[in-house]
């Protein structure tokens, strides 16, 4: 399917939609204060690292990309999992996921 | 197709994967089974580290290509194993001393160790993203694993969002790489060199290796570092700090050294330098130890780079020998933190970590003092300990690929080090003790500080012993 797809609109228009979302998602994680908001920007991140690398698979007709993505999406579920239970503990003890407040570390 | 004969080229994995698989499963069962699981971790420690001597000297690629079985890895592998030996030999002491006696603690050390040895043994940039990945996703848990401590839990935090934002990058550089050369494997990547010059390729690798200088703290990345080092649990600390950076320094190093070309050797040597700079320089206004330890390591990672940098086939031994000298004498560090320091009442606070605190410990406790002194001292550089001899190997790789100014300026920043060492030394036996606090000392914990100091004196005054385990030359 996205091989025919792919007959019509070059290489370089997903490539361009990946980086644009990757910047997106750095931007995101830079920026905002929320630790859940920054963790689902770098999901962002990955996703969109998941767009080009399943491209450069089906430009290519090599199925490494692909089997790449479905690891990426193992660990991105993963590292939700974790990530969440960090932020909950976190949580518990401070009341809040502001990431300014959370500064006891610092020298 | 695996083959069965792939089996019997990946024993000390496998041992060290299907232990994890089963600790976990055991301690769902059975809670009070910690003795057992801690126990069978150790067994499984050991038997991985005896079978790993036997792949010395052989050459194999397994599993269709995405493991790669020879010198170097086998090596960097032994390291990282025995460097996770000593420090859960040691951890049952101060886990039930901190009331985190869970048996999830040996379970995750034994997926991370797994996540090593993938990482460190990979052939295909899939196992290297897996392997991390295993590895990362443990430490995170464990660094919050004191988890009713803000300190603990602010650590994780940190340590986990930017490892997470860092896996980004290192995946985007994958992709381009992927993209340029049209797979994954390094048979594939490494076979045509005309590609290193294609620009797409260099920033795909330099955002490969943006995702491993994260992990190893070198100087832009390495903000991390102190704050998760002294949020961890100390034994924790203790293993990211030598056995985390081993796998890093694992996996990258042969990466770097295959790819050599002289055109990138200032920029090692520039952030070899920065990273040298700042941790040495940071670490003078410390008082806390276990961040004074943090910042030692990012100037160890500084000198690793100094022989990474220097691209020749000195490389890999001086860097393997400095990384074994390191995680003796900073694991035996963080060791005897662990021992010193005391469980907290409340909730917030690591008790008994400041250098104020170690004031007369040669009066009040001379068997953790001595042991102390001499890990400082090789972590300073001082002549017949093992510190001495891993510096200097390094600081001759870079001499011989014409980095001089690096080497010299590397050695007047170890001169430095020895300020804020020495500070440390000079507390423990020129002043009046601080309180009169005898500490309780099990018989593992000194067993592994015995090891780590009488390994310090040997590869210090016999650095030949280490190089004679190989009968083959490094490539």
Known sequence: MIFIFSNMVSLDYFLTLSIILFSIGVIGVLIRRNAIIIFMSIELMLNSVNLSLISFSSFMGDSQGQILVFFVMAVAAAEAAVGLAIIIALFRNKETINIDEINILKW | ?475
Request: hydrophobic share 55%.
């Open chain 2, 1 to 475: 197709m695996i083959k069965t004969i792939d089996f019997l080229n990946s024993i000390p994995l496998l041992i060290i994967s299907v232990s994890a698989v089963i600790t976990i499963l055991v301690g769902s069962f059975y809670k009070k089974s910690t003795k057992y699981v801690y126990a069978v971790t150790l067994i499984a420690l050991i038997a991985a580290i005896y079978y790993s001597f036997g792949y010395l000297d052989k050459e194999y690629l397994i599993y269709n290509n995405f493991l790669r079985v020879n010198n170097i890895t086998t090596l960097f592998s032994i390291i990282a194993l025995f460097a996770v030996l000593l420090s859960t030999l040691s951890a049952k002491a101060y886990i039930e001393k901190e009331e985190i006696n869970f048996i999830e603690f040996y379970s995750l050390v034994l997926f991370s160790t797994a996540g090593m040895l993938i990482m460190i043994q990979s052939y295909n940039l899939i196992t290297v993203f897996v392997g991390l990945e295993l590895m990362s996703i443990s430490f995170y848990i464990l660094t919050g694993f004191l988890r009713k401590r803000i300190k603990s839990n602010e650590s994780a935090l940190k340590y986990f969002l930017l490892g997470a934002f860092m896996t980004g990058f290192l995946l985007f550089g994958i992709s381009l790489i992927y993209g340029i050369t049209g797979s994954m494997s390094y048979a594939n990547i490494f076979q045509d060199t005309s590609v290193f010059k294609n620009p797409v390729f260099l920033i795909g690798s330099a955002l490969f290796m943006i995702g491993f200088f994260f992990k190893m703290g070198l100087f832009p990345f390495h903000l991390w570092v102190p704050d998760v080092y002294e949020g961890a649990p100390t034994t924790i600390t203790g293993l990211m700090s030598t056995a985390g950076k081993i796998a890093a320094v694992g996996t990258i190093t042969p990466f770097i050294v295959y790819t050599a070309s002289d055109n990138f050797r200032l920029i090692f040597s520039i952030i070899a330098l920065l990273t040298m700079l700042i941790g040495n320089v940071t670490a003078l206004a410390q008082s806390n130890i276990k961040r004074i330890l943090a910042f030692s390591s990012i100037a160890s990672a500084g000198y690793i780079l100094v022989g990474v940098a220097a691209m020749n086939d000195l490389s890999i031994k001086s860097v393997s020998f400095y990384l074994l000298a390191y995680t003796l004498m900073q694991l035996g560090a963080f060791i005897i933190v662990s021992l010193i320091e005391k469980p907290a009442e409340g909730i917030n606070e690591y008790r008994n970590v400041d250098i104020e605190d170690y004031k007369g410990l040669a009066r009040t406790n001379p068997q953790l003092a001595i042991p102390l002194t001499i890990f400082l001292f090789s972590l300073g550089g001082i002549p017949p300990l093992a510190g001495f001899w891993g510096k200097y190997y390094l600081f001759y790789a870079a001499i011989q690929s014409n980095l001089i100014w690096l080497s010299i300026s590397a050695i007047l920043f170890s001169v430095i080090s020895l300020y804020y060492y020495l500070k440390i030394v000079v507390y423990m036996w020129f002043n009046p003790p601080a309180n009169g606090d005898v500490y309780k000392i099990d018989s593992m914990p000194s067993l592994s500080i015995l090891i780590a100091a009488f390994l310090t004196f040997l590869f210090g005054i016999f650095p030949q012993y280490f190089f004679a385990l190989f009968k083959t030359p490094f490539k």
